[in-house]
């Protein structure tokens, strides 16, 4: 057994256990079948997220493994993505090198025109906000499987 066949039925024991607590939340109003049917579906397509800590799907990590479901997105033409690039060297918006992470603009901001600044938010703005995540348990459960508290086994 390999170790996607090992998350598949870890999350699948997961989903199965929560499903008590999900069906009593009166505005998920779906049956067993349909939970199962819908863990079926994420299983057999590979849209279930894989073991690591990469918080990829398994359809991401090995795309070859699973059906094509997801229909590709339309892509731009070459002449949009020359003139985006010609825009972003002038601007300096493009990575000064693999190593730093920063774009050229951050490195030499003297060289290219002053980029806008965005509008922040208040402090008062930022705690209510954070009053409400932590009210509606809209706030990380830990940093190893991205849960929030209200998605929290």
């Excluded at 057994?1 to 870890?10: D, F, G, P």
């Excluded at 199965?16 to 579906?41: C, F, I, M, N, P």
Aim: proline share 3%; glycine share 10%.
């Amino acid at each position: 057994m390999n170790r996607y066949s090992l998350s598949a039925i870890t999350l699948a024991l997961a989903a199965l256990t929560t499903g008590h607590a999900l069906a009593a939340d009166a505005s998920v109003a779906k049956t067993r079948e349909q939970v199962q049917a819908e863990l079926a579906e994420a299983i057999r397509t590979g849209n279930i997220l894989a073991n690591g800590e990469a918080g990829l799907k398994a359809n991401e990590l090995s795309p070859g493994l699973y059906p094509a479901t997801q229909s590709a997105a339309q892509g731009k033409t070459r002449e949009q993505v020359q003139s985006e690039l010609a825009e972003a060297i002038r601007t300096g918006n493009i990575l000064a090198d693999g190593q730093s992470g920063l774009k050229l603009n951050q490195l030499n901001p003297g060289r290219y025109p002053a980029q806008p600044a965005a509008q922040g938010k208040t402090r008062e703005q930022v705690k209510a906000e954070l009053a409400q995540a932590i009210r509606t348990g809209n706030t990380l459960a830990n940093g190893e499987i991205g849960f929030t508290l209200n998605q929290h086994i």
